[in-house]
């Protein structure tokens, strides 16, 4: 708690020795590592670039480095690749608890940047309404390195019987959806903000516009899985006509996961400075952050 109150006390100093009129300090430079085109992390991480120099009272400068997702930021992170980064909440847990156990602790999360949603697109002449529905079938859950698939081996940990009999097939994005249109696959899932140049291309090609449409996740024993004491997947209603061409009758039921900021430690507590000008961002920043993520509306309800 005393470190928490000393980080927030630092970015109010920053705030307040510009108000006062103060020299600002020298820019801290940090490369934040992001995700792929076409993604939300990317341009969410070009967001905090654009307003870092203008909310931090010129303390910070963020350098966005394209990655692979939440699993190839976390590596990343681990190698000193970049200084901090964009990740699944519960990507964070997967990596520390199943790919890396000496990570453990590792990592200091700066706060809450939006929530992702699970979507689930499957192919109209699939029959799946539910994820619970494709046991023996091929879902197209991510490539190596992002958080889609990070969500998707996790979900089979946490509920075998509904889900440990889906095969996976490791694609993403564009070829994950591909895959399906082309039958290797039944479903797509991809952890992804509600506005997305994925999701929109997706809408609006006339290919996979007409064969592809939302189906739900409504487990709600998903809402038990706590990390540290905060739940991490949480069920929300999802207005699923802001994409009318994959719609279907009703507003289906997703997972929403908390898409985070976050620090290796050790860099963290060698950079104190940089993690009070984050927390200053984040909480001056958040309603520009949440627009690159949700557009103008918030497409879902909890």
């Known amino acids: ?28 430079n940090l490369r934040l590592c992001t995700g792929s085109p076409g993604k939300a992390y990317i341009k969410v991480g070009e967001k905090l670039a654009e307003l870092a120099p ?16 939440s699993l190839d930021n976390l590596a990343k992170a681990t190698a000193g690749e970049c200084d901090a980064f964009i990740s699944q909440g519960d990507a964070i847990d997967f990596f520390t608890r199943q790919l890396h156990p000496e990570a453990k602790d590792s990592f200091q ?53 509904s889900y440990g009999e889906i095969k996976i097939n490791p694609t993403n994005g564009f070829e994950g959806a591909m895959a399906v249109v082309n039958g290797q696959a ?14 929109k291309t997706l809408n609006d090609n006339e290919r996979t516009g007409m064969q592809l449409y939302f189906a739900e996740i409504d487990n709600d024993d998903l809402e038990d899985y706590e990390v540290a004491g905060s739940k991490v997947y949480t069920l929300v209603e999802f207005d699923d006509e802001v994409y009318p061409n994959l719609s279907t009758t009703g507003d289906p039921e997703m997972l929403a996961i ?18 009070s ?23 879902f309800a909890e």
Do not use: F
Request: charged share 20%; hydrophobic share 50%; net charge negative.
């Open 186 to 199: 039944q479903c797509l899932l991809d952890v992804i903000a509600p506005q997305s140049d994925l999701v």
């Open 54 to 69: 203008r909310l931090t009272a010129g303390a910070l400068a963020i350098e966005v480095i394209p990655t692979a997702g």
């Open 1 to 28: 708690m005393r470190k928490a109150s000393v980080t927030w006390l630092g970015a109010l100093a920053l705030g307040l020795g510009a108000a006062m009129g103060q020299p600002a300090l020298a820019a801290e």
């Open 277 to 299: 000008a984050l927390a200053m961002l984040l909480l001056t920043g958040g309603k520009d952050i949440e627009r690159e993520a949700y557009g103008e509306t918030k497409p």
């Open 109 to 161: 999360v700066v706060g809450e940047l939006y929530k992702e949603l699970t979507l689930l697109m499957c192919r109209r002449d699939s029959g799946i309404d539910d994820l619970d529905e494709a046991k023996g079938k091929v879902v197209a859950a991510g490539s190596m390195g992002t958080g889609s698939l990070a969500t998707m081996l996790n979900l089979q940990q946490l509920a075998p019987d």
């Open 258 to 275: 908390s898409a985070v900021l976050a620090l290796p430690r050790a860099y963290a507590q060698a950079h104190p400075q940089v993690v």
